[in-house]
């Protein structure tokens, strides 16, 4: 006959601690970046300062667009794009690294065409 013993709902404390250095955080955050803006993490310059105890958050990026009259005909909106973009990394930030955010800044550098599969 088994015995079952339930299992603790929470992980036992333990001494220590865990540090996250600044690098990762910055390959964080430009991984969420990126991954909203479509656009591979390299592309993707972060820089990470205190706000009185939380992240102040900057990235740069390109803007990744389709054709210019195809962007027209969809209704393309650089400035949602950016809006979407900010909101989403104030969202998942926190929820990966466990840092509160207390603001996103996002600089389109450029504009950088994406294929839509169809040719012309």
Known sequence: MAISVPRPTTAPRVAGRIDVTRRALERAVSAVAAEQLGVPPRQVAVTLSDLR????????????????????????????????????????????????????????????????????
């Open 53 to 120: 105890g939380s992240l102040a958050i900057e990235f740069t990026a390109p803007l990744a667009t389709p054709p210019l009259r195809e962007a027209a005909e969809r209704g393309v909106r650089v400035i949602a794009r950016g809006q979407d973009a900010r909101a989403a990394v104030a969202r998942a930030v926190p929820a990966l690294t466990g840092r509160a955010v207390a603001r996103v800044d996002l600089r389109f550098r450029s504009a950088t065409p994406i294929s839509t599969g169809r040719v012309s």
